[in-house]
């Protein structure tokens, strides 16, 4: 019978852990029967219990293959490293300090720059913003006003509107009452004759009146010849009609 430890059977569960991280692990021996040379061996499996086999004990840390190239490629770099002495540990620090200070002085400056622009920024947000708000009430005021003139001219309109239709009734009305008057009449001709004028006023300063009568029915009209320098005068042999 042999004791031989061997470590096999592992779940996933049991090296995720370690991942970046060192970790102590402790394992106890379990018996397995092998059927093939019916002999004895200790392993390490699944079921974790002290079978007074002994354990199995190490540290395991779990790392991804970029870590670990990098983890190798600083141990090179240790192994090169020539010692230096205190004075050049000191002029190192030195240097990288002074190295450290104008990119310190850099960010700084970035800095403040930034916030300059950050304030700037808020500032030209502000004035856009209250740009926007006068814009806004510019064009509601002249919106009010557009309506306001708009209201205005309707207004308007509807009065001239309102006179319109009054003096159409009103002339519609009068047509109306010609047409009852003049229903009273016969259609026909009007003669006139035997006209004459009697003691008319001087008008004129220098010269006596120049007389003569006009007849008028609707549109149609007919004048009397003019009879010069009289106050009275009798236009003999002048006869007029007037459709009636």
Known sequence: MTNTPSVQNW????VL???NKETQ???FLQPQEDKKDDQTKSAVTE???DKKLGKVSFSMIYLSEQDFEKQRKEKELIKKRIPKSVVQEKQIEQQKVEKEQPTKTKQETDKKKKEKEEQKKQQQEEEDKKKKEKELIKKKSESDL???REFEEKRKNDELQRIADEEKRI???KRKQKEAIDSQYIKGVVQFKNISVRNLKKMDIFSKTDPFVVFKAGEESQQTTVAKSALDYDYLNEEY???Y
């Open 25 to 27: 692990i402790d394992l």
């Open 171 to 173: 002339a519609e009305e």
């Open 146 to 148: 557009i309506k306001n």
């Open 47 to 49: 079921t974790n219990s």
């Open 11 to 14: 779940r996933k569960t049991q």
């Open 241 to 243: 009609e007037l459709i």
């Open 17 to 19: 852990p370690s991942l």
